[in-house]
């Protein structure tokens, strides 16, 4: 019924018929209200929520979203078991194509997160472009920037339990490591990088996941 609902009341009547979203297990709607797109040729179950594609096969039923403001699907994407999606007003938030998030993730996005095409982020990962509360210096009195834009590269491979704060940019195919932190630009570094730690820095050069030995598997995990 959600998989249904969602599609015709978002979406043109040529493109809900589709069923271009599909949505797996218990979901909470607090809010739709936003603006949703999806750019590329639409497909069957392009996009999937709760989509059941881990090794883990029981849900919680905690997922929810909140959009607010608009949500932009470059093309194919997936959230695993028990996400949180969170646009708030005025807020633009791009996903693309391929990208991916695992199970319990939690993406909150209330200025601006662009995900690449292939970004892939592990279970237990969040993407959270604020602070939620002002900080300031307490000697100057100077009040720090609550949040900033997140702007993750193509091909990123990113595992499990990582936390990406405001302001993080990466370049193109760059490995995050298990439990870090990410907290800033680290396009300096270049092409085919792994980061890691609490604050995340660079641990080593020329090393990326095997995207195209990996092609076959990953379209097939879109498969309805």
Same mark, same amino acid.
């Given at each position: 019924?959600?998989? $249904?609902?969602?599609?015709?009341? !978002?979406?043109? &009547?040529?493109?809900? /018929?589709?069923?271009? @979203? *599909?949505?797996?297990?218990?979901?909470?709607?607090?809010?739709?209200?936003?603006?949703?797109?999806?750019?590329?040729?639409?497909?069957?179950?392009?996009?999937?929520?709760?989509?059941?594609?881990?090794?883990?096969?029981?849900?919680?039923?905690?997922?929810?979203?909140?959009? $607010?403001?608009?949500?932009?699907? !470059?093309?194919? &994407?997936?959230?695993? /078991?028990?996400?949180? @999606? *969170?646009?708030?007003?005025?807020?633009?938030?791009?996903?693309?194509?391929?990208?991916?998030?695992?199970?319990?993730?939690?993406?909150?996005?209330?200025?601006?997160?662009?995900?690449?095409?292939?970004?892939?982020?592990?279970?237990?990962?969040?993407?959270?472009?604020?602070?939620?509360?002002?900080?300031?210096?307490?000697?100057?009195?100077?009040?720090? /920037?609550?949040?900033?834009?997140?702007?993750?590269?193509?091909?990123?491979?990113?595992?499990?339990?990582?936390?990406?704060?405001?302001?993080?940019?990466?370049?193109?195919?760059?490995?995050?490591?298990?439990?870090?932190?990410?907290?800033?630009?680290?396009?300096?570094?270049?092409?085919?990088?792994?980061?890691?730690?609490?604050?995340?820095?660079?641990?080593?050069?020329?090393?990326?996941?095997?995207?195209?030995?990996?092609?076959?598997?990953?379209?097939?995990?879109?498969?309805?």
């Amino acid at each position: 019924m959600k998989t $249904l609902y969602f599609n015709f009341k !978002k979406f043109p &009547f040529a493109t809900a /018929k589709k069923l271009p @979203v *599909f949505f797996y297990n218990k979901v909470k709607f607090t809010s739709i209200e936003g603006d949703i797109k999806i750019e590329g040729e639409i497909k069957k179950g392009m996009i999937g929520f709760g989509q059941p594609y881990e090794m883990n096969t029981r849900h919680k039923g905690i997922a929810e979203i909140i959009i $607010l403001g608009k949500i932009t699907f !470059k093309g194919k &994407f997936q959230f695993g /078991k028990d996400y949180l @999606v *969170f646009v708030g007003e005025n807020a633009s938030c791009e996903l693309g194509n391929m990208a991916s998030m695992a199970s319990n993730g939690k993406l909150i996005c209330t200025e601006k997160i662009v995900l690449g095409d292939y970004a892939r982020l592990g279970s237990e990962s969040q993407i959270i472009d604020t602070n939620f509360h002002d900080m300031i210096d307490t000697e100057t009195g100077e009040k720090f /920037k609550k949040s900033a834009p997140i702007f993750i590269g193509n091909y990123n491979f990113i595992s499990n339990r990582v936390t990406i704060q405001k302001g993080t940019k990466t370049p193109d195919f760059c490995t995050i490591a298990s439990n870090s932190l990410s907290t800033k630009d680290y396009t300096s570094l270049g092409n085919n990088i792994l980061i890691g730690g609490i604050p995340a820095s660079l641990i080593r050069n020329n090393i990326s996941r095997d995207w195209q030995g990996e092609k076959k598997e990953l379209d097939d995990f879109l498969t309805i």
